[in-house]
């Protein structure tokens, strides 16, 4: 990291960050070429081991390429501001909380880690309610869950 000033050295704060953004873009390459694809997403911390869920169709190009190379990498960020802080025109900077990081990425096929993946990613966008979903709806979606294997943080906030 090129600005060690604005590294984040604790795994609390950078958990926090996960748990306050909205979007998570996952990067995937297909015959050498990238592939970043934008995604609502939900995550675990547990015992130190950082797990991303995601949900998708059940078919689609993201699939295929998870099929052929589960290496994958993801960035997820928030808190976007755009500050003016000198006197000059071309004085501005924006303020940013970042994190990034790489795994493995699979699809859940276990009919119990679909519906524990899809609630983790739900407890994201909605805290305070436990949701259930039927069979039906479960068949008609994939869940994929992005094993990290490590990840950092930066910030710049004034």
């Given at each position: 990291m090129r600005r060690k000033d604005r590294e984040i050295k604790s795994k609390a704060e950078i958990i926090e960050i996960i748990g306050k953004c909205q979007v998570c873009r996952i990067g995937l390459s297909e015959d050498n070429l990238p592939y970043i694809v934008p995604m609502n997403y939900g995550y675990e911390y547990i015992e130190d081991k950082l797990t991303l869920y995601f949900h998708c169709a059940k078919e689609g190009r993201k699939l295929d390429i998870i099929a052929k190379n589960p290496l994958a990498c993801f960035e997820i960020d928030c808190s976007h501001k755009f500050i003016k802080i000198g006197d000059e025109d071309w004085d501005y900077s924006m303020e940013?909380?970042?994190?990034?990081g790489n795994g493995v990425i699979s699809l859940c096929n276990e009919p119990e880690e679909k519906l524990h993946g899809v609630k983790v990613l739900m407890k994201q966008y909605i805290k305070d309610k436990d949701?259930?979903?039927?069979?039906?709806?479960?068949?008609?979606?994939?869940?994929?869950?992005?094993?990290?294997?490590?990840?950092?943080?930066?910030?710049?906030?004034?």
């Open positions: 940013y909380e970042s994190v990034m949701f259930d979903f039927p069979n039906h709806i479960m068949e008609s979606v994939a869940i994929l869950k992005l094993e990290v294997a490590e990840f950092s943080g930066k910030r710049h906030l004034r």
